[in-house]
């Protein structure tokens, strides 16, 4: 069977979400790379006059890296999108393939058929607010929402993450390429708003309070670190539990947040979340390399 393959259209919203495709759900935009590199489209296939199947397309040119996302529709017709797609992608000059699909999905199932593997597996937590109060902050360390200087930031960052996600840093290329590339995120124009916590100044943790409103009263959070050295005093739930507070004050009553799964990510952040969040659906990371 042939289908016409284009870029969607406002046009289109009414087909799409006849597909189950939700523009909200941000299924593995919540990626670090689309932080990075956000210009995305949707793509959809068409068989006569009906839409039959969506996926949406992110080429990182930098990383030699395109995402696929966001995928919706019948089987037939999501392989030849995802076939158009990656020849597209690999075109631009893309050597490695990405894609996010729920895990166990009918989409996962049809990406393993392309020779995609899953690299890594992505949780999404879920809070119902109001969370419970942050309690008395841990003794010795000053807490407030501050403008983040994005060199300072991303030196925390490079810190807190190196370790427990080093595919991260091997994706990006290195400490440096890390660092940079975090800075950009925290010098990002989204309405992004973060609580630092500072022992004698420095800066040893922070939370953000949210990277822009997701669905009306829903947030994604970008999450939560500590530097190594700090951990284990309490530092981390007192910032999670700050930030869910704010979210609160302004009138959010449920919090998403999607964060790497063990192996791949920190099991302490994934017990910490879940102390008063839950466990939705996960998300498989798959890839397809080597394709240049
Ligand atoms: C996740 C993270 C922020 C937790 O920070 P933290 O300050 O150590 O968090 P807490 O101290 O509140 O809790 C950590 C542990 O210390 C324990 N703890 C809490 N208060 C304590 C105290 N006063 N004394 C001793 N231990 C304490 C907690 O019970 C918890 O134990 P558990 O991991 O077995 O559940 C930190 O590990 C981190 O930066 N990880 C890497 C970054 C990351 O992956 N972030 C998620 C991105 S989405």
Do not use: K
Request: proline share 7%; with cysteine; net charge negative.
């Amino acid at each position: 069977m042939s289908y016409i393959l284009r870029s969607s259209t406002p046009s289109d919203a009414e087909a799409l979400a006849a597909l189950g495709w939700d523009p909200h759900a941000q299924r593995g935009l919540n990626e670090a790379d689309l932080f990075v590199y956000p210009s995305h489209e949707t793509w959809l296939a068409e068989h006569g006059d009906e839409v039959v199947a969506t996926a949406r397309l992110c080429i990182a040119p930098h990383s030699g890296l395109a995402l696929l996302t966001d995928l919706a529709g019948a089987a037939g017709p999501l392989l030849a999108l995802v076939d158009e797609l990656s020849q597209h992608a690999i075109g631009q000059g893309a050597e490695t393939i990405q894609a996010a699909a729920p895990t166990g999905s009918p989409m996962a199932a049809v990406l393993a058929e392309r020779g995609f593997t899953v690299q890594r597996r992505v949780v999404h937590i879920h809070w119902r607010l109001p969370a419970p109060p942050p309690g008395d902050p841990p003794s010795g360390i000053s807490f407030a929402e501050e403008i983040p200087n994005p060199e300072e930031y991303a030196r925390l960052a490079v810190a807190a993450y190196r370790g427990s996600w080093d595919w991260l840093f091997d994706h990006w290329g290195g400490d440096i390429a890390a660092r940079r590339n975090f800075a950009r995120l925290f010098e990002s124009p989204r309405d992004e708003r973060f609580i630092g916590a500072r022992q004698n100044g420095e800066l040893i943790g922070f939370v953000s309070t949210g990277s822009g409103e997701v669905v009306p009263g829903d947030f994604s959070t970008f999450g939560v670190l500590v530097r190594p050295a700090m951990r284990g005093q309490g530092i981390g739930n007192y910032l999670l539990l700050r930030a869910l507070q704010v979210l609160w004050n302004r009138g959010v009553r449920t919090a998403e947040m999607h964060t790497t799964a063990p192996s791949h990510g920190d099991p302490a952040a994934v017990r910490l979340y879940l102390r008063h969040g839950e466990r939705r659906g996960d998300v498989s990371i798959l890839r397809r390399s080597g394709l240049a």
